[in-house]
Every structure is written in C-alpha cells, then in structure tokens.
C-alpha cells in the first residue's frame, strides 16, 4: 500500500512511526511475535500521554471533586471539569454541561433509557431501533418496552449490511423515539446520522445516537447532526476504561428526572424530600472516576493534535487496503457494505474454520482480533452466520500488520487444509 | 513441515475429522434425557439426546455449531458414552475429556471444550432428579 502523500490529509508513515512509539503495548510481544493488534473497535490501546495524565492525578492531586477547599481538592475539580469542556469541543457540543459523565455508552443510554424514557414514553407508544444495533443499544429498549407497555419497530439491514430506508418514515410514523448506531461495530457500516436525526425530528420521535465507533474514528459534530442524544465511551478513543459521556440536547436533559441518586446530584436535602442540582451534576451522582475524567481529556488533546480528520482518512486507507487483500483470497467472505459505506471494522469467515478457531491461530502469531456474535446476535442471524473474526484498524496500525493478517489468514486454512 | 507454532498440534488430523464429520450427529425420537446449552459469550451450541436402558446409554446423538474445538469435544464424547453405565459416566470429569481430545487447550478455549460435558451432565441431571421427585408406584 502506497501510504498518502504528505499534502492529503492523511498519516504519513513518519506520523505513524511516531504514534506507534507513544504506544508503549506495542512493544510487547505475545508467544515471541510482535502484538498486532486488530481489535480496537473493542477497546483501543493507550498512549503513554493518558497513561501519565492519570498517573500524574494519582501522585500529585488526587482528592475528591466539588467537596474540599483545599488546593488539591481543587485541581483535581477544575481537571476533571477541564476534560469535560475539552471533550464537548471536540464533538461540537453547545455547552460542556451538556456532557454527562457516565461509566460507558451502555450507561449513557440506560440514562436515557430510565430517566427520559420512564417519563416520556406511556402505553402503547412506539420505539423505533434498528437490526443492526449492539445489544447496548437494543436491549435498554426492550425493557423499556416491557415495563411500559410500548411496542418496538425495526429498521431492517440489506444484504449489502445497511441500513433499509424503504419503510422509515411508516416505521418512524407516531413513534416517540429513534435509536440507532453511528457506525456499525460488526459491519463497519457508517450510517447517515444526520438524515436519519432529520427523519426522526420530523415524526416528532426523540433520536438517540450510539456513536461507540463513530467518535474515536471520524469528526464528529453533534450540531451538525441534529440529533438529540450521543453516547460514546473513552475506552475505545485512547481513553481509559470506565468513563464514557452521553450528550443531549440542553432543554430535553434540564426536563429529565435524576437516573442514579445520592451525593453530589443535590440542591437542598431533607429528611422527606430533595431538590436537585442543575446540569451536569444532577446526572453524576457519588464519586466520580476522577482519575479516568482526567485520562480521557488527554485521550482527546491526542486525537486532536493528530487530527480526527486525518485519523478517519488512514483508516480508510488501512480498510481498503485490507479489502483488496481479502478479496484476493479464496474462500474468504468479507461483511458488510463497500468501502464508500464503511470504516474500518472488518467481519470475515474463512471457509468452514470457525471464527473461534481463526482467531486461536492468528492469536498464535500474535495477531488480536475479535471472534463470536460481536454483541450483534440478531445481525448475525439476518446474516445467517454464527459467528465472524472481526479485524478493526486504528491510528496506530500499518499496512504490514495488514499483511500479518493476511499472512495468518493464509496459515489458518493450511491448517484446516482450505484452498 | 511448516512451523505453525503448535497450531498443527492443536488442530491436528483427528480433530478436523471429528469437526468435519461429528459422530453419532442428529437428533433422537423420544430421547429418555435430552439437553441443550449455549456458551451466550460465543455463541457455541451443542444439544445432545440420549436412550439410556436399565441404567446403559444405548444410543446418543448430538446435534450443535461452534468450533473445531467443541465440536470434536463433544463427538468424542458420545464415541465414548454409548453402552457406558450411567454410574461411569456419572466419573467422567473435565480432565478425562481433556486427555480424550490429546491436545493442550488455552484457558480462553476450556468452556469450548467441555460444553459437550456440561451439556451431557446436564440432560442426566435433569433426567434423574425428575426421576427421584416423582412419587413411587
């Protein structure tokens, strides 16, 4: 692969050199072999520059946030609120509060789930999710459902792995809310956010983005989207595990009850009743991760010093190369839509091998990729596949870790003895 | 002989046959025990159907999808269950299944290779505890 010249807005082979020696996991070598690792889509690695903004909180300011007077106290406030200002510039969000911290994406749409969800939707009412979601976005909903008595409509996938538009606005017609994913974490399908917010506003239908592989991997503008909830995680953007945001829209967030209660979501308490704080404190109630805030604001001054431009447009060039290698090979079957759809996140078979079996192989030549249903069983049945290997590609990767997939590709079916 | 880093080993000819060609694969007409299982993490899936007369596995059948690995296991497994006395198979532990396949298996790959027990243990659980609750006559 011919790495882009230095005037498109792409990595060079220098930029990469240099990304990968930030990555101090990279050197490690499982059973004696380089680690490549083709896994991201389900939890990226960590540059040494997070790694030491938490390190540094642990040694230097760690204290509990909006609680001490003290000078620790606050430093450790003003990082934590830091990260929360430098996250929402960088998905275009109007005003930092609207940024609630949460565990996760799946914690952030159960937020929506319980709290907008419990007192917007009544008997009857219909919610609108798609076949392509991971159960985190799916499931939430199905419970919703239950609990409350409305019913639940899909939007369906093509053969080609996107979204069928044919039937959405009969689908989105009365309905009261519309969740759908960003980017898809099986296919790689990257959907039209911003139609798909537009058809929702139109049938009056609340939209609620999973957008887990969408904002580590592409700009991301939730203006431009027009949508009315984001939820995404730190861990899969450079970021440490156990925090992630949901953004909303501010009006919708200020009507919403409090999910989780206790301290630091108050305004008065007393014995019989409470009132409660404003945005965002009302949605993070207890302790924090502090530490995991502070990560991921460093997680995001590193994207965006590199650029998500230029990070979406070497994955690109990463998945299209490894498209072409693919397709030369034979009895191997790629999922999901063409490179014009699509990022980097590549769901394969190999023959009869199954994707467990794959993945213990080039696992022993140190190639990581994910295998099984990818939290997506109801798109593995409308593939009619039990389970795919799943390589994803990120700023850290190249195209000779490419060609160790392939290489591994070609070692597995000379096991299983395939053509 | 190419280097494959043990990977030969651990897909060695007989376990490609077993995955290949499972033994005693299918189902049966009004099994005496009968059980099916996942592995929800990977989607593995193996039921298996046995006749079981005066206390003896006469006939077993299994019926699943997964890996090379689960699939042989369990092949294997009802290879050597049939004409077995339930009290023997009752004995059958993780480590006589693991020395059955011959090869090495990771951690991450153990719940693969033992679901066929699992799931046999299972059907013969559920058949002799429905057994000892119902009222003699």
Redesign the interface.
């Known amino acids: 692969m011919a790495l882009a010249p230095s005037s498109s807005p792409s990595l060079t082979q220098t930029d990469v050199a240099r990304i990968r020696s930030e990555f101090p996991i990279l050197k490690e070598r499982p059973h004696g072999k380089p680690l490549v690792f083709l896994d991201s889509a389900a939890s990226s690695q960590k540059p040494v520059q997070v790694i030491d903004a938490m390190d540094d909180y642990y040694r230097r300011y760690h204290a509990n946030i909006h609680r001490g007077v003290y000078h620790i106290s606050e430093l450790a406030t003003e990082a934590y609120e830091d990260a929360r200002r430098k996250i929402a510039r960088f998905i275009g969000a109007s005003a930092p509060e609207e940024c609630i911290y949460v565990r996760n994406a799946t914690e952030g749409i159960n937020l929506v789930a319980y709290s907008w969800g419990r007192t917007n939707i009544r008997r009857g009412d219909a919610i609108v999710v798609t076949e392509m979601e991971h159960h985190s976005n799916l499931v939430p909903w199905q419970i919703l459902a239950q609990q409350t008595g409305a019913s639940l409509r899909f939007v369906r996938v093509t053969d080609d792995g996107l979204l069928d538009l044919r039937d959405l606005d009969r689908l989105l017609d009365g309905a009261k809310l519309f969740a759908f994913t960003a980017v898809s974490n099986t296919l790689g399908t990257v959907n039209d956010v911003e139609l798909l917010s537009a058809r929702a506003r139109a049938a009056g239908a609340v939209s609620v983005v999973d957008a887990c592989q969408a904002v580590p991997r592409m700009p991301v503008d939730v203006g431009a989207w027009g949508c009315d909830f984001v939820a995404f995680s730190a861990h899969k953007m450079l970021g440490p595990t156990g925090v992630g945001i949901i953004w909303g829209r501010r009006e919708l967030l200020e009507a919403m009850p409090p999910f989780l209660a206790g301290g630091g979501m108050i305004g008065v308490v007393r014995l019989e009743s409470s009132t409660y704080a404003g945005l965002p404190a009302r949605f993070e109630a207890g302790t924090p991760a502090i530490a995991e805030a502070v990560g991921f604001g460093a997680a995001v001054d590193y994207l965006t010093a590199v650029g998500m431009d230029r990070i979406h447009r070497y994955e690109l060039e990463l998945a299209e190369y490894a498209l072409k290698r693919l397709g030369e090979l034979k009895n191997v079957t790629v999922y999901g839509p063409g490179i014009d759809h699509r990022t980097g996140v590549i769901s394969l078979t190999v023959g009869d091998i199954h994707a467990h079996d794959l993945a213990t192989i080039l696992d022993s030549e140190g190639i990581c990729v994910r295998a099984g249903h990818h939290c997506n069983q109801p798109l593995m049945e409308r593939l009619d596949v039990a389970a795919t290997a799943r390589a994803s590609f990120y700023l850290y990767n190249t195209p000779a870790e490419v060609d160790a997939l392939i290489a591994g590709i070609e070692k597995a079916k000379a096991i299983f003895k395939i053509a | 002989m ?1 280097d ?5 080993a ?2 060695r000819d007989f376990i ?1 046959d077993h995955y ?1 060609n499972p033994r005693n694969a299918g189902t049966l007409e009004g099994p005496d025990a009968s059980f099916e299982d996942l592995n929800p ?5 193996i039921r298996m159907d046995l006749k079981i007369r005066d206390g003896v596995v006469e006939d077993v059948k299994f019926k699943g ?5 689960s699939q042989a296991s369990a092949s294997l497994l009802t290879e050597s269950i049939k004409g077995k006395k339930i009290a023997e198979i009752d004995a059958i532990g993780k480590d006589d299944v693991l020395s059955n396949l011959g090869i090495s298996i ?1 951690a ?2 153990l719940k ?1 290779a033992l679901l066929g027990l699992k799931v046999l243990k299972q059907a013969l659980a559920l058949k002799y505890e429905t057994a000892d609750e119902e009222p003699a006559s």
Do not use: Q, V
């Open positions: 190419n494959f880093s043990g990977m030969d651990l897909y490609l290949r993490l990977c989607g593995d899936k999808r997964g890996c090379a690995i990771s991450a790959r693969c």
